[in-house]
């Protein structure tokens, strides 16, 4: 059954340009990566500082293995100080 993840991002005050250029730079790499069937990234339309993914994944283990992907453990490091909070959430689609 395919995994939907909700992630949200908010920026430190004064960090929103960082980050979306970081979280803009996750999603060529994550589509190619092997289970991924969506990965969207969103901004708040009222506040810049707020980005939401929209992510479908085939499993939970192939999800698991993005969230250890080069890509991602280099956008922590880039984005170190910048994100004030993460929320994530993983969902199953029942309608």
């Known amino acids: 059954m395919p995994l939907t993840i909700l992630a949200r991002i908010i920026a430190a005050p004064g960090s929103e340009a ?5 979280l803009e730079k996750l999603v060529p790499p994550t589509r190619a ?7 969207d990234l969103h901004t708040d339309n009222d506040d810049p ?17 993005h969230m250890n992907a080069p890509h ?11 994100v004030e909070a993460f929320a994530l959430n993983e969902m199953t689609r029942i309608a």
């Not at 960082?18 to 970081?22: C, K």
């Open 33 to 39: 990566e092997a289970g991924c069937l969506q990965y």
């Open 18 to 22: 960082l980050l979306r250029a970081e």
């Open 72 to 82: 991602l453990a280099a956008y922590r490091a880039a984005t170190e100080g910048a």
């Open 49 to 65: 500082r707020v980005f939401v993914f929209y992510e479908t994944w085939e499993s939970r283990e192939l999800w698991q293995a």
